[in-house]
């Protein structure tokens, strides 16, 4: 507690960044500090997981130590101690959790084990004070492509989500093929916006399919067999095109999402979300009086915020995990998944 308010410490390592992050009652951040492993993973054109949980270790304690001397607290200020729990990559996971777990022992405070999926949608709330339950969550990550119906904390019906490849596997797979580089969805982005000839050069998507699943694998190989059969196509077009193609389907699944079930609350978040065109379309989208949410990019790719403001909605409702909870390479929650 400091100056009155609930001072909650936030901890992320599920993939390849390590973050921690500092909340004063629920909303306002004092610090979030991210350590991104990127330049380590780049030489292998992705994560390697053994190097990733190494990585975390070797980080976690100095990124604490930031988080709360740029927030100004210590640790006799904290009041819980959330830490994401699930999904991830099981040795990553293993880093931020068991920290939280020795924060939350020694200084007798409360630990809340977080979904990460949650945890990215409910990054919306720190930038928007009116945000309230029920919305539509559509989750861009670089690991999941799904599309909630959100009612309340650990309350998410999945509506769909992808049969194959996520949409940043597809970024960054499309961006392997045409070796520009790791992570894939920065520099497609980057590449697109700068295409002078912007033409339709793959089909849309699912487009005779009902329902919310997404589908990114025929996009991907339809992309890499034009690339095979053009060796000179300008690769800023083919970003465009591929681009348009994958947010197209997004756009539409989600906006009929919003209207077959009334809500009109859209909240777009994971680190597929920090994209231009995405947010620009979005944006240009909202017709029928659907507001669209979209946290800053720094909120949109994994960091400790998200994890300490999802913390503060369980610490308010005083639900909170034992000293024996585990990680989990799966999403487990107590609606449907
Ligand atoms: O949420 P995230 O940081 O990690 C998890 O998967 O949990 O998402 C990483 C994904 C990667 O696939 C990356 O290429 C993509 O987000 N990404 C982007 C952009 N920035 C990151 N995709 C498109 N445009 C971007 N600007």
């Not at 989600?254 to 009109?264: C, E, L, P, R």
Request: some cysteine; overall charge negative.
């Amino acid at each position: 507690m400091k100056n009155g308010k609930i001072i909650g410490l936030g901890l992320e390592s599920s993939c390849d960044e390590t973050a921690a992050a500092v909340l004063s009652g629920g909303r306002d951040l004092l610090s979030n500090i991210i350590y991104s492993q990127i330049d380590i993973h780049k030489v292998y054109e992705g994560v390697v997981p053994e190097i990733a949980s190494r990585a975390h270790l070797e980080m976690i304690n100095t990124i604490i130590a930031a988080s709360l001397n740029d927030a100004d607290v210590s640790f006799d200020d904290l009041d819980y101690v959330a830490a994401t729990a699930r999904p991830g990559l099981v040795g990553s996971l293993l880093i931020a959790l068991q920290s939280a777990k020795a924060i939350s022992y020694v200084q007798n405070i409360p630990l809340i084990a977080v979904n990460h999926l949650e945890a990215h949608l409910f990054a919306s709330f720190i930038e928007n004070r009116d945000l309230s339950f029920p919305f539509i969550g559509m989750l861009v990550s670089g690991g999941n492509t799904a599309l909630y119906k959100v009612t309340g904390p650990g309350e998410m019906e999945l509506l769909g989500r992808s049969t194959d490849d996520s949409i940043g596997e597809a970024y960054d797979k499309v961006s392997k093929f045409m070796n520009c580089g790791y992570p894939g969805g920065p520099v497609i982005d980057r590449m697109a916006a700068e295409a002078t000839v912007r033409k339709n050069l793959f089909p849309r998507m699912l487009v005779r399919t009902e329902g919310y699943d997404f589908s990114y694998s025929g996009l991907k190989t339809a992309v890499i067999n034009y690339l095979k059969a053009n060796p000179d196509a300008d690769l800023r077009e083919v970003a465009w095109a591929f681009q348009e193609s994958a947010l197209e389907l997004l756009i539409r699944r989600v906006f009929a999402a919003s209207q077959n079930t009334g809500i009109k609350t859209i909240v777009v978040a994971g680190g597929v979300a920090a994209n231009s065109r995405l947010r620009q379309l979005f944006k240009e989208a909202a017709g029928n009086g659907e507001k669209v949410i979209i946290p800053s990019p720094v909120l949109c790719t994994d960091n400790g915020a998200m994890v300490a403001c999802t913390g503060s909605f369980y610490y308010s409702r005083g639900e909170f995990s034992a000293l024996d909870a585990d990680v989990s390479p799966r999403v487990h929650c107590r609606k449907v998944y």
